[in-house]
């Protein structure tokens, strides 16, 4: 008798240790960034992330022409996040929560030396608890096809390989 | 005339205090003393002479000049010149909006002051400048809002971070400039500090300074940090602690605070 107790004691524990897990963990939400092709994802070298508060002059088509013009509202910048390569993209990096509200998610691909941008892309969405995911679709600038003929992706070179092959 | 000494002493204590000590030329501070000191003896004319005197020398600052205006719009309230007086005063509250009189000045000698502000406040649009870095014109983007045209000249001193010397280029007023500074296209941080001067080089806003200049460029990033998520002694620590006050902890946790943005690419835009 005490042994089923005890069992009962042990399930009533785990169960309250279920619920307090579920309750405490941080829930995730996808940034999804959507390469145009595997071989795009090849060229990039870079990723720059960069989060900014929309207004009526800080749309997305207004941060896409003001990011590819070197002009950015830094009033509006919540953070800007510029050591991210696209393989610790794929392999899931880790960026801060925006905070609440609508909010601009500006993603560009970036060249080795991080100043030129080959592909950019923005997508407005609100993170709170029962977001799934923020999709940022990527479309290659003019300096892509550039970039392209200077350093092109190795013949049977994938994401894949070339991210296992950096360890990430 | 006694009475009004007392409360002239008085302000100008209060507003001593407030005037910073700039690199400014010493001609235009000591006329500004002067007039202070004339001022203090309710010399109104020669208050007035020396404070308009100061103004003219030029090179005071955003709080000097302030005080120069003050003593202008008292002094001409005083002699019955009202309309010269919301001038000083409208010049005074667009350098710094909370400016005020104090107490001690007698309510006859406030009217202009009260007109001046409500000239100010009623603008939308105050005093102010802007600075982005424009990589792509090499260079920073200043904008500027000057709602009653009181800039002459906008004073930009630059260096690329690390280097020792600001390089300083001066400017015609304009709502958008561009400031070149020789290598900012490739830096990842440019420095910079900001005069807007009138027509006599004084200081009517000052952004950053020669020690501390602010910084425009690339915010330094974010680390990738251990993922403590997907270690499982995390998550058995987490579970001891769970057991202890789990259930009013699960209920009081406030979700909102507790979601993380995590990376993911796929191909193809569809």
Redesign the interface.
Same mark, same amino acid.
């Given at each position: 008798m005490f042994s089923r107790i005890r069992e009962k004691k042990g399930c009533v524990?785990l169960a309250?240790?279920g619920? $307090?897990?579920? *309750?405490?963990? #941080?829930? &995730?939400?996808?940034?999804?960034? $959507?390469?145009?092709?595997?071989e795009t994802?090849l060229v990039t070298q870079a990723i720059r992330?960069r989060v900014f508060v929309p207004n009526q002059t800080s749309t997305c088509a207004a941060l896409v022409n003001d990011a590819i /013009? /070197?002009? =950015?509202?830094?009033?509006q910048?919540v953070?800007?996040?510029?050591?991210?390569t #696209?393989c610790?993209? +794929?392999s *899931? $990096? &880790?960026?801060?929560?925006?905070g /609440?509200g609508r909010k601009l998610f500006l993603v560009e691909g970036l060249d080795m =030396?991080r100043?030129t941008t080959l592909l950019i892309g923005c997508s407005e969405g609100e993170?709170? *608890?029962k977001?799934t995911a923020? +999709?940022v679709?990527?479309?290659p600038t003019q300096n892509y096809d550039r970039a392209y003929r200077q350093n092109p992706p190795q013949p049977e070179e994938t994401?894949e390989t070339r991210c296992m092959r950096r360890g990430v | 005339m006694r009475a009004g000494k007392g409360w002239a002493f008085l302000m100008m204590g209060s507003c001593l205090l407030a005037i910073v000590p700039s690199k400014g030329n010493a001609q235009g501070r000591e006329a500004l003393e002067q007039a202070e000191r004339a001022f203090i003896d309710v010399d109104f004319e020669t208050a007035m002479n020396k404070a308009q005197e100061a103004l003219q020398k030029g090179w005071l600052s955003p709080a000097q000049l302030v005080r120069a205006y003050q003593i202008l719009g008292v002094c001409a309230t005083a002699f019955g010149q009202p309309t010269e007086a919301r001038d000083h005063f409208t010049r005074m509250l667009v350098i710094d909006p909370q400016s005020t009189l104090d107490d001690t000045v007698p309510p006859r000698l406030r009217a202009p002051f009260y007109e001046a502000k409500g000239v100010v406040e009623g603008r939308a649009e105050r005093l102010s400048a802007e600075v982005g870095l424009d990589r792509a014109q090499g260079g920073l983007r200043i904008a500027i809002v000057d709602p009653f045209q009181l800039v002459k000249k906008v004073r930009v001193h630059a260096r690329l971070e690390g280097a020792v010397e600001f390089e300083v280029s001066e400017f015609a007023p304009s709502p958008e400039l561009l400031a070149p500074v020789e290598g900012s296209a490739e830096a990842d941080r440019t420095e910079y500090w900001l005069e807007l001067l009138d027509e006599h080089s004084n200081q009517l806003l000052v952004l950053g300074s020669e020690f501390e200049p602010r910084v425009v460029g690339r915010l330094p990033g974010v680390e990738k940090g251990v993922d403590l998520a997907s270690e499982p002694l995390f998550w058995i620590v987490i579970g001891a602690a769970a057991l202890a006050g789990a259930v009013t902890t699960a209920v009081l946790v406030d979700q909102g605070s507790k979601i993380e943005l995590q990376t993911s690419a796929v191909f193809g835009v569809n």
């Amino acid at each position: 008798m005490f042994s089923r107790i005890r069992e009962k004691k042990g399930c009533v524990v785990l169960a309250l240790g279920g619920l $307090a897990l579920t *309750g405490c963990a #941080p829930k &995730k939400v996808a940034l999804e960034v $959507a390469f145009p092709s595997a071989e795009t994802f090849l060229v990039t070298q870079a990723i720059r992330v960069r989060v900014f508060v929309p207004n009526q002059t800080s749309t997305c088509a207004a941060l896409v022409n003001d990011a590819i /013009g /070197g002009r =950015m509202p830094m009033e509006q910048l919540v953070y800007d996040i510029n050591d991210l390569t #696209p393989c610790s993209v +794929r392999s *899931g $990096a &880790k960026i801060p929560d925006p905070g /609440g509200g609508r909010k601009l998610f500006l993603v560009e691909g970036l060249d080795m =030396m991080r100043n030129t941008t080959l592909l950019i892309g923005c997508s407005e969405g609100e993170i709170h *608890g029962k977001s799934t995911a923020i +999709r940022v679709r990527l479309y290659p600038t003019q300096n892509y096809d550039r970039a392209y003929r200077q350093n092109p992706p190795q013949p049977e070179e994938t994401p894949e390989t070339r991210c296992m092959r950096r360890g990430v | 005339m006694r009475a009004g000494k007392g409360w002239a002493f008085l302000m100008m204590g209060s507003c001593l205090l407030a005037i910073v000590p700039s690199k400014g030329n010493a001609q235009g501070r000591e006329a500004l003393e002067q007039a202070e000191r004339a001022f203090i003896d309710v010399d109104f004319e020669t208050a007035m002479n020396k404070a308009q005197e100061a103004l003219q020398k030029g090179w005071l600052s955003p709080a000097q000049l302030v005080r120069a205006y003050q003593i202008l719009g008292v002094c001409a309230t005083a002699f019955g010149q009202p309309t010269e007086a919301r001038d000083h005063f409208t010049r005074m509250l667009v350098i710094d909006p909370q400016s005020t009189l104090d107490d001690t000045v007698p309510p006859r000698l406030r009217a202009p002051f009260y007109e001046a502000k409500g000239v100010v406040e009623g603008r939308a649009e105050r005093l102010s400048a802007e600075v982005g870095l424009d990589r792509a014109q090499g260079g920073l983007r200043i904008a500027i809002v000057d709602p009653f045209q009181l800039v002459k000249k906008v004073r930009v001193h630059a260096r690329l971070e690390g280097a020792v010397e600001f390089e300083v280029s001066e400017f015609a007023p304009s709502p958008e400039l561009l400031a070149p500074v020789e290598g900012s296209a490739e830096a990842d941080r440019t420095e910079y500090w900001l005069e807007l001067l009138d027509e006599h080089s004084n200081q009517l806003l000052v952004l950053g300074s020669e020690f501390e200049p602010r910084v425009v460029g690339r915010l330094p990033g974010v680390e990738k940090g251990v993922d403590l998520a997907s270690e499982p002694l995390f998550w058995i620590v987490i579970g001891a602690a769970a057991l202890a006050g789990a259930v009013t902890t699960a209920v009081l946790v406030d979700q909102g605070s507790k979601i993380e943005l995590q990376t993911s690419a796929v191909f193809g835009v569809n």
